[in-house]
């Protein structure tokens, strides 16, 4: 991303309540719309909100990027999107190209899968099945959704194979995925994802344990394939540097919760939540001196069974108390716009937020 310190314009003043789409999913540049989202699971320990209440949308040919810790519940909303979650009690609305997935039944979800939606998951050595061949994976996800012969469908496979960079596709076609190296295996797991073409992509930390070449050259092969397919693409990650590279749009995730929202440019450069705040002062830069330490959050992400009343952020939160009356401990802050398309869930006023952001954050960073 570029200095972070660049000239920045202050965000609009009005705050107002987060619009609510009329029908979700239907606009001609929107593709896939999560309204109210929660996945909740019961243990022997509580009920477990790992996603509780989440909207976002999806933009065709575009990437919404979601980011956070660990168990802030990025993986679970995409696999709540997918229609995964087998015991978890889900609520809200997934709404696809203007069909609501929630609602729909499970045998109808599951024709989907694959062919409207697809997933990159996080670690492909143990997505591909380590007793088949690599291209026997693909042309299995190829025929379950086209009716072709053996023939054809591997004509297919190698030719997603060669699409995405591996060398003699028609031999490696035959290989097991222990013969491939983590970025071939990637490669492959995206072959497999996008030979159906799907309109909705969700890349799950895609490069996770690959060394930075490797990584870049997944991130340049999603990018190139998202504007040949057209496809809308969710980036799941919780490296900042891979969503400054790649993200239209940024979702900010905390506790199960969205806490920011917006354009990956006004996120960036005026972001609106202390969280955020944290996640660009940890962020390792090029540019900075070498002797400058990293800014860490304090403390540690909250239990999603026992998730504090009000701000969940609010334990770990320098600026708890500046907003009156204790609302960030027993009220819990809803998403408010506080620019165009931009929304933060925050009791602070948005004047007080430019002013720490301006005056305090930003000049460190």
Same mark, same amino acid.
């Given at each position: 991303?570029?200095?972070?310190?660049?000239?920045?314009?202050?965000?609009?003043?009005?705050?107002?309540?987060?619009?609510?789409?009329?029908?979700?999913?239907?606009?001609?540049?929107?593709?896939?719309? @999560?309204?109210?989202?929660?996945?909740?699971?019961? $243990?022997?320990?509580?009920?477990?909100? !790992?996603?509780? +209440? @989440?909207?976002?949308?999806?933009?065709?040919?575009? $990437?919404?990027?979601?980011?956070?810790? !660990?168990?802030? +519940?990025?993986?679970?909303?995409?696999?709540?999107i997918m229609g995964l979650h087998q015991k978890a009690k889900v609520s809200g609305e997934v709404w696809l190209d203007g069909e609501n997935l929630v609602a729909a039944d499970p045998d109808h979800v599951r024709r989907l899968r694959g062919r409207k939606m697809a997933m990159i998951f996080q670690d492909p050595l143990s997505a591909l099945h380590p007793y088949y061949t690599v291209g026997a994976q693909i042309t299995e996800a190829y025929r379950v959704h086209h009716p072709v012969g053996k023939k054809e469908a591997k004509a297919r496979a190698v030719e997603m194979l060669d699409r995405v960079g591996i060398p003699e596709p028609a031999k490696r076609f035959s290989s097991y995925p222990h013969e491939f190296s983590g970025g071939m295996r990637q490669r492959a797991m995206i072959a497999m994802s996008l030979v159906n073409n799907p309109e909705l992509l969700i890349a799950d930390?895609?490069?996770?344990?690959?060394?930075?070449?490797v990584q870049a050259q997944i991130l340049d092969l999603i990018r190139d394939l998202q504007k040949e397919f057209g496809s809308a693409v969710i980036m799941i990650t919780h490296d900042l540097g891979v969503v400054a590279e790649m993200a239209d749009d940024l979702l900010v995730m905390y506790g199960g919760r969205c806490i920011e929202r917006g354009s990956a440019e006004k996120v960036f450069y005026e972001p609106q939540h202390p969280y955020t705040w944290g996640l660009l002062g940890s962020?390792?830069?090029?540019?900075?001196?070498?002797?400058?330490?990293?800014?860490?959050?304090?403390?540690?992400?909250?239990?999603?069974?026992?998730?504090?009343?009000?701000?969940?952020?609010?334990?770990?939160?320098?600026?708890?108390?500046?907003?009156?009356?204790?609302?960030?401990?027993?009220?819990?802050?809803?998403?408010?716009?506080?620019?165009?398309?931009?929304?933060?869930?925050?009791?602070?006023?948005?004047?007080?937020?430019?002013?720490i952001w301006t005056e305090e954050i930003a000049p460190k960073l």
């Open positions: 991303m570029s200095d972070l310190d660049k000239k920045r314009s202050a965000p609009d003043t009005a705050a107002v309540s987060e619009p609510t789409a009329l029908v979700p999913g239907t606009a001609e540049e929107t593709f896939l719309s @999560v309204r109210d989202l929660k996945i909740h699971f019961d $243990t022997d320990d509580g009920l477990v909100k !790992s996603v509780d +209440g @989440v909207s976002f949308d999806v933009r065709r040919g575009k $990437t919404l990027g979601i980011v956070g810790e !660990s168990g802030s +519940g990025k993986s679970v909303t995409s696999l709540g930390e895609p490069t996770t344990a690959l060394d930075v070449t962020m390792p830069r090029i540019d900075r001196d070498e002797t400058d330490r990293l800014i860490p959050v304090k403390g540690s992400p909250p239990s999603l069974i026992n998730v504090p009343d009000g701000c969940a952020f609010n334990p770990r939160c320098p600026y708890a108390d500046v907003p009156k009356d204790n609302l960030t401990r027993t009220v819990r802050p809803e998403l408010r716009e506080v620019g165009s398309g931009h929304f933060s869930a925050c009791h602070m006023s948005q004047e007080e937020r430019t002013r």
